[in-house]
């Protein structure tokens, strides 16, 4: 059963009925309006609140506003471990979270300190350049022996990797390309 349907239906017609209800009684609607939004008889009994409180909703809206706009940013910034206020802007999990120093699996619930900079850093550039090194070998493999990876069956399961990485890595390379969607359809086959 879709509730959604059903009840924009039904918000569609309750206005439809409002509407026409309006234009029926066309004249003491009006009128009611009139009187409650100050328009006629001015000093009435509505003078006090638009002049008074009813003249300050708009400024309602305005914090309104931006306290949703306060809302929006503490939840974008702040740590996204469940019940924690601190600001996380340290990344975890290729930035899927946004985490404080204390609940970033890397830093252990302290500081990050020079020491574990430096290492996290060496890490970091350590695996990149292993990363690096891999796809250079992926596409060395390749660009050599593109017809080998065909003919035999059996030196095609190590090329498997190899095949599904190399768009990614030789994506601009025109001799590639071709190399590349051969290696799994032969891996299909088998
Ligand atoms: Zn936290």
């Known amino acids: 059963m879709k509730w959604r349907p ?4 039904g918000l569609a017609c309750a206005a439809v009925a409002g509407v026409a209800l309006w234009v029926v009684h066309a004249n003491p609607v ?8 100050g328009t006629v008889n001015e000093p009435g009994p509505y003078y006090g609140f638009w002049s008074g409180f009813g003249s300050d909703l708009t400024e309602f809206a305005v914090i309104g506003t931006i306290a949703t706009g306060v809302y929006q940013l503490v939840k974008k910034y702040n740590c996204h471990y469940p ?6 802007n340290h990344q975890a999990a290729g ?3 946004s985490l404080c120093y204390r609940h970033h699996p890397d830093y252990q619930g302290k500081k990050p300190n020079a020491e574990l900079i430096q ?15 891999k796809l250079n070998e992926i596409h060395q493999r ?31 390379n025109a001799q590639a390309g071709p190399g590349a969607p051969d290696g799994p359809s032969t891996q299909r086959g088998t």
């Open 95 to 97: 930035g899927q979270f």
């Open 83 to 88: 019940g924690c206020w601190r600001v996380g």
């Open 142 to 172: 390749l660009m050599t022996k593109p017809a080998a990876a065909d003919r035999a069956a059996a030196p095609a399961a190590p090329a498997a990797p190899a095949a599904s990485a190399a768009p990614s890595a030789s994506s601009g």
């Open 30 to 37: 009006g009128h009611w309006l009139e009187v409650h939004t």
């Open 6 to 9: 059903i009840i924009a239906g």
């Open 119 to 133: 290492r996290l850093h060496r890490e970091h550039l350590e695996r990149q350049a292993a990363i690096h090194g």
